[in-house]
């Protein structure tokens, strides 16, 4: 896969550390949104072992405050100069759902397009995508964060999701992207026990021969059930990753890099 001249090779499963530069994320918000505590949290993740960074302004919590495009932008620019200038080597995905946030974030030094909405929430974004020849992540939710987990109705959760990614997928090939990336979106648009019977099965999510990206990292769908916190989801996260390993997804979402890691070296 090639992002802006990087290639990734997807072989053996890859590392994305989350660098939140939100005030409200469910569990890092506020913690990196400065420009600085974003870098020193960057540095961090890389000597970890991150093989890509996903910056993200916009939290994704249900109920979280709406940000404008002008702000997202404001918030991820400076810190997409700053890693590209102090790390430029590092491949940075952004986690934006606008066309115009993701464009200017490209131009800025980005590399991937993270897209929670895959392509419903923004009608320009494929053909920015298109345009910019960048990878994308394709996400399946429904409605927005606010209102997705009241569309939790499917005929069978699994086959919904396969479907809707066929259609987003013959899109995107139509204006010819190439690269792209399947995230089942665990915990958007889906019940407690919707989001394990996904797990269970995502092995089906292969037939349309792209790579997975697999985002469970202390997740609602980790702590509710076990009745514990986003701080003590780790152990949690790391049996689920463990899972993911074994359905064969190639890219890791995670806030805890070195565990990530960890957990694929055994695996692999």
Not at 69 to 84: G, K, Q
Not at 124 to 146: K, W
């Amino acid at each position: 896969m090639n992002a802006g001249g990087k290639l990734i090779d997807l072989s053996s499963p890859k590392v994305m550390g989350i660098l939140n530069i939100t005030p409200d994320s469910f569990y890092d918000g506020g913690r990196y949104n400065s420009t600085e505590a974003a870098l020193i949290h960057a540095e961090k993740l890389l000597t970890a072992g991150a093989d890509i960074l996903d910056i993200g302004a916009y939290s994704s919590r249900p109920g979280a405050a709406d940000v404008t495009a002008d702000e997202e932008r404001t918030r991820l620019l400076p810190v997409i100069e700053a890693v590209t200038r102090r790390f430029p080597a590092s491949i940075l995905s952004i986690d934006t759902f606008r066309a115009e946030v993701a464009r200017a974030c490209i131009e800025a030094g980005a590399h991937i397009i993270n897209d929670i909405s895959g392509g419903t929430l923004d009608g320009q974004m494929f053909a920015t995508v298109a345009e910019l020849q960048v990878p994308y992540v394709l996400m399946h939710m429904r409605g927005t964060p606010d209102t997705m987990q009241q569309l939790t109705n499917y005929v069978d959760p699994v086959q919904d999701i396969t479907l809707f990614f066929g259609t987003q997928i013959a899109a995107l090939r139509q204006l010819g992207v190439r690269d792209i990336i399947l995230d089942p979106g665990f915990g958007f648009a889906k019940t407690l026990q919707q989001n394990y019977d996904l797990l269970n099965r995502l092995e089906e999510l292969h037939v349309h021969g792209l790579p997975i990206l697999g985002a469970v990292s202390r997740k609602s769908m980790i702590y509710k059930k076990l009745g514990i916190t986003p701080e003590e989801a780790l152990n949690g996260t790391t049996v689920l990753n463990t899972l993911l390993l074994t359905k064969g997804v190639q890219i890791l979402r995670v806030h805890d890099v070195k565990t990530a890691k960890e957990v694929i070296a055994l695996m692999t």
